[in-house]
């Protein structure tokens, strides 16, 4: 996939070189030669990938690269540090700046498409989820800055050679990680599907006899290792195979014998690109599911109850296999706002979502459908049974107590529900809900904590 | 970037062959020998790409082709029909039974590659957006299967040669689009960030002097165009280049002379996905700003209030700029309920949410607060101009009736309301808040329709 590349530094010959490698592979590249001008470049272009020289006068690159972690508007375009030095300190430094990664001058062909292409493959994906979190002006993704410790990983080691898993596994626990190590491709599909989830792969490319890429390339194919960090490990003599380890979708890749700095700095990079992608991920998930229910009581909410019904039903209309409902209302619930406070309130409400929840199938819908009203829906129950739930239901809240605040004794809840059942391909969820409606109506009026069945 | 692919066809040389080219290039291969197995391996397997032949003895490819897309399990899987014919009804009949692209026998390696590549890519990030959709159970995910009119595309022709485009173009105007042609990058470029948004580009790759999959790169790394459908018109003698153009993420090719049917079916099915792309991005956008949102009034809701609050306070505490806010309650509003129904109480939430929207600064936020409970924050803004936005907004409401429904003569709705202004760094959203709500309270029992400013 092509990108844009913003490449900085400030000496001219060295921006040309990479210019010139970069356009013959069909990217899109943007320069600067100071810091300020990288800056500028960076918000007015929204450039993909920043390669950023460490040694500039003014403004270095550890600096340019803190700026642009501040702004909001760049904080999220990955920085690659280009640095002369292979002082171990200055790599920490650059991460701790809040670099993505970095190269080493002079710079390698393979390195440098190897470090833009993976930066690129996750970017593609971050800046979608990024793009659809966003729609709603959601300011909870500027949080996404913040940085987790990134001790503690799963890493899974895959290398037929004892002596060279050993050495790189050492290194890994001594950073704090937990390391596992296999032999073989067969092994390592397995773990990779098992529990805990993996965070990063180191694959040599030779598995005695076994090609580690393939094994790559299975890891890809798989939905659960689709986004795995994949570190491939090979002997300088195996580069002219990396290329096709980059396109299948390898991370990155280490030279043996493998240095020990060099471990860690890129395990650390690839940690941190997992987890802010995990954590995009998870928010967006949140986020989701907020839509869908109902804040207080964890229920689906009434938006999502219509929808599902209809679903339902249309369903019931392909399969003629009933569907019932049951809607729910807790009984004088005005008096335990107004006698014990909204918080005895909201006890209550919650505490009879948990009750209901766990006492119908896995496959029945809660939804809170109002203040104190609440809807169940049992796809393929016929009355006769939605009735016999609803009951069971009824005696599961009425029976005991419920625990609320300030009231030692506890407090007796009930409901009264109308239960009704959908026959007729054509009805619609509206006219289900109404009628049972009705029913509740009747409930209520028949002296409450009961159950009446719907007229059809 | 690797994936799982299952070849079916019942000719096992046939099946051998597609494996070999396709192991060779690291994907993952599985395979199948007749519709059914096809339809059990798809299920069982999930892959990511199916190659299907058409004459197959019992279910021939249109039939599987069918079921595939029947099953809420496989429906997502693109799936390229494989035919010996090059009869272009069998094509139709493809596209009708759902298939997303098709290849023709014997195959070439070229089309192989671009067809599963660029399917590969597609399906990375719309699974990637399915499953964020799916947290929740969101049953409407469902309904993306449906087909929509893919008539009336926006395609840009980008060719130096008047003769050639102008072929194209009059063929997908008779095929309903609009097509728009320009003859270098430059135009290209500018057009592709004008509106309306383009559907397809059709990008010649040599556009006299200028290299065509340049352009391609371009518009790949600008944000807009990232996901644009990018089909490449070539030569048979550029058919080498043709390898970088796939890399750099063009979506499929076209060889000159372009024939009429093949132009109509590639352009049909670089429609058809990008359209499932659309509805699926549109379908999470939707989503996430119900999260946010109060159904009712389109205001945020209360959730985000909180949350946006917090943030502005920080902000506040950074920059030393005062925040205000305004909670406001509407008098009476049990009456309205009661005596013109809900309805009417809905229509009145309604409306002053939309006065009240539109009479603030665009970076001031409205949400609804609770059942007839609103809050304005201002940024930057200071007490006593917090409180002349207040007084503003209440004669706003209150000043003009309004309408509802049985009701010919209209209303009139007042609102009490608590200024509140952020001083110090210490205070949280929520002890803002309860000042607020007590100078409400003061205002309620000043007399209703007013504004009280909270003490410090
Ligand atoms: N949608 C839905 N339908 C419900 C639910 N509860 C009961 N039913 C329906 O009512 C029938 C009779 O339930 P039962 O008398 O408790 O008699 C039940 C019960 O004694 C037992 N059983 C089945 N599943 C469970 C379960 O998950 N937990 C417990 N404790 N018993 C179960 O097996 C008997 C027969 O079960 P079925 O043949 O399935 O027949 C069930 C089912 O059709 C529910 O929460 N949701
Ligand atoms: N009286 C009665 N209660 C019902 C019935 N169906 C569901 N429930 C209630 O709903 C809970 C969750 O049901 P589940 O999701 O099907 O989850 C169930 C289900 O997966 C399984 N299970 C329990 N009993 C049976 C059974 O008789 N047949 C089947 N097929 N599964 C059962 O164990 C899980 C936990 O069961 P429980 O602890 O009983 O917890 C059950 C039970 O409290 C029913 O037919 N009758
Ligand atoms: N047209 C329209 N009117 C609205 C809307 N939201 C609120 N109202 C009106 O405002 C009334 C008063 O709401 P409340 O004082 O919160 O009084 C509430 C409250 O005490 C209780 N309640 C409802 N939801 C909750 C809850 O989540 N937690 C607690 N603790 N109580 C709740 O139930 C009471 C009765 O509710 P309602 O009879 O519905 O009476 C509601 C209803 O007439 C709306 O979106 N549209
Ligand atoms: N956050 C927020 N603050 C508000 C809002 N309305 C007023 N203010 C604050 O109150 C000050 C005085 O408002 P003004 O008397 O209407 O006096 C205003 C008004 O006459 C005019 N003005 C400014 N913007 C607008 C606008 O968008 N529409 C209209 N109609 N007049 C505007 O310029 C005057 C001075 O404006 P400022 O110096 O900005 O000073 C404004 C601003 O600090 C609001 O909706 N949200
Ligand atoms: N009395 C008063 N009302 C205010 C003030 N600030 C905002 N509003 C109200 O809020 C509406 C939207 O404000 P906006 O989003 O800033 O959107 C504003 C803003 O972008 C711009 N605008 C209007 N007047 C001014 C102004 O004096 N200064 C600036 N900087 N922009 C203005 O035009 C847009 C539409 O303006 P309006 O139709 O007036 O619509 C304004 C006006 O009804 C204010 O200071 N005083
Ligand atoms: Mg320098
Ligand atoms: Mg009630
Ligand atoms: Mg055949």
């Given at each position: 996939m092509?990108?844009?590349?913003l490449v900085?530094?400030?000496?001219?010959?060295?921006?040309?070189?990479?210019?010139a490698?970069l356009?013959?592979?069909?990217?899109?590249?943007i320069t600067?030669?100071d810091?300020?001008?990288?800056?500028?470049?960076?918000?007015?272009?929204?450039?993909?990938?920043?390669?950023?020289?460490?040694?500039?006068?003014?403004?270095?690159?550890?600096e340019?690269c803190?700026?642009?972690?501040?702004?909001?508007?760049?904080?999220?375009?990955?920085?690659?540090?280009?640095?002369?030095?292979?002082?171990?300190?200055?790599?920490?430094r650059?991460?701790?700046?809040?670099?993505d990664?970095?190269l080493?001058?002079p710079?390698?062909?393979?390195a440098l498409f190897?470090r833009?292409?993976?930066?690129?493959?996750?970017k593609?994906?971050?800046?979608?989820?990024?793009a659809?979190?966003?729609?709603?002006?959601s300011s909870?993704?500027?949080?996404?800055?913040?940085?987790?410790?990134?001790?503690?990983?799963?890493?899974?080691?895959?290398?037929?050679q004892?002596?060279?898993?050993?050495r790189?596994?050492?290194?890994?626990?001594?950073?704090?990680?937990?390391?596992?190590?296999?032999?073989?491709?067969?092994?390592?599909?397995?773990?990779?599907?098992?529990?805990?989830?993996?965070?990063?792969?180191i694959?040599?490319?030779?598995?005695?006899?076994?090609?580690?890429?393939?094994?790559?390339?299975?890891?890809?194919?798989?939905?659960?290792?689709?986004?795995?960090?994949?570190?491939?490990?090979?002997?300088?003599?195996?580069?002219?195979?990396?290329?096709?380890?980059?396109?299948?979708?390898?991370?990155?890749?280490?030279?043996?014998?493998?240095?020990?700095?060099?471990?860690r700095?890129?395990?650390?990079?690839?940690l941190?690109?997992?987890?802010?992608y995990?954590?995009?991920?998870?928010?967006?998930?949140?986020?989701?599911?907020?839509?869908?229910?109902?804040?207080?009581?964890?229920?689906?909410?009434?938006?999502?109850?219509k929808?599902?019904?209809?679903?339902?039903?249309?369903?019931?209309?392909?399969?003629?296999?009933?569907v019932?409902?049951?809607?729910?209302?807790?009984?004088?619930?005005?008096?335990?706002n107004?006698?014990?406070?909204?918080?005895?309130?909201?006890?209550?409400?919650k505490?009879?979502?948990?009750?209901?929840?766990?006492?119908?199938?896995?496959?029945?819908m809660?939804?809170?459908?109002?203040?104190?009203?609440?809807?169940?829906?049992?796809?393929?129950?016929d009355?006769?049974?939605?009735?016999?739930?609803?009951d069971?239901l009824?005696?599961?809240?009425?029976e005991k107590?419920?625990g609320?605040?300030?009231?030692?004794?506890g407090?007796?809840?009930?409901?009264?529900?109308?239960?009704?059942?959908?026959t007729?391909?054509?009805?619609?969820?509206?006219?289900?809900?109404?009628?049972?409606?009705?029913?509740?109506?009747?409930?209520?009026g028949?002296?409450r904590?009961?159950?009446?069945?719907?007229r059809?």
């Amino acid at each position: 996939m092509s990108a844009r590349i913003l490449v900085v530094d400030d000496i001219l010959p060295n921006v040309k070189v990479l210019e010139a490698k970069l356009t013959a592979e069909y990217f899109d590249v943007i320069t600067a030669f100071d810091g300020a001008g990288a800056l500028e470049r960076a918000v007015a272009d929204s450039p993909d990938v920043i390669l950023l020289d460490v040694m500039m006068p003014g403004m270095d690159g550890f600096e340019v690269c803190r700026r642009l972690r501040q702004d909001p508007q760049t904080r999220h375009i990955p920085v690659v540090m280009v640095t002369a030095l292979t002082d171990v300190s200055d790599r920490v430094r650059g991460l701790e700046a809040g670099a993505d990664d970095f190269l080493s001058k002079p710079i390698n062909d393979h390195a440098l498409f190897a470090r833009v292409r993976s930066l690129v493959r996750l970017k593609t994906l971050t800046d979608e989820l990024r793009a659809r979190q966003a729609t709603a002006g959601s300011s909870e993704l500027e949080d996404l800055g913040a940085e987790e410790a990134l001790a503690g990983a799963h890493v899974l080691i895959v290398d037929a050679q004892q002596h060279r898993s050993q050495r790189i596994a050492d290194q890994l626990r001594q950073a704090g990680h937990e390391v596992e190590i296999v032999g073989d491709a067969a092994e390592a599909m397995q773990r990779s599907q098992a529990e805990p989830a993996l965070d990063l792969a180191i694959v040599h490319i030779d598995l005695s006899g076994q090609d580690g890429m393939r094994l790559c390339g299975q890891l890809r194919s798989q939905e659960t290792t689709r986004q795995l960090p994949l570190l491939l490990v090979l002997d300088e003599s195996d580069l002219p195979r990396l290329a096709k380890g980059l396109e299948l979708g390898v991370s990155d890749y280490l030279i043996e014998p493998v240095d020990r700095n060099e471990l860690r700095a890129r395990v650390r990079t690839q940690l941190r690109r997992r987890r802010y992608y995990h954590r995009l991920r998870s928010l967006l998930d949140r986020t989701v599911s907020m839509a869908y229910t109902d804040p207080l009581t964890g229920a689906y909410n009434r938006r999502y109850l219509k929808a599902h019904l209809e679903r339902k039903l249309m369903e019931m209309a392909d399969s003629s296999k009933p569907v019932s409902i049951m809607l729910f209302d807790l009984d004088r619930f005005k008096l335990v706002n107004d006698e014990l406070g909204h918080d005895a309130g909201d006890a209550v409400l919650k505490e009879v979502s948990q009750r209901v929840g766990n006492n119908v199938r896995s496959f029945d819908m809660l939804a809170r459908y109002g203040g104190e009203e609440f809807v169940v829906i049992m796809p393929d129950t016929d009355a006769e049974h939605a009735l016999a739930v609803a009951d069971r239901l009824r005696r599961l809240i009425g029976e005991k107590r419920f625990g609320v605040p300030g009231r030692d004794e506890g407090l007796t809840v009930t409901f009264s529900a109308g239960v009704a059942t959908a026959t007729d391909p054509m009805e619609t969820g509206d006219q289900l809900l109404k009628r049972a409606d009705a029913a509740l109506y009747e409930a209520k009026g028949g002296g409450r904590d009961r159950v009446v069945a719907a007229r059809p």
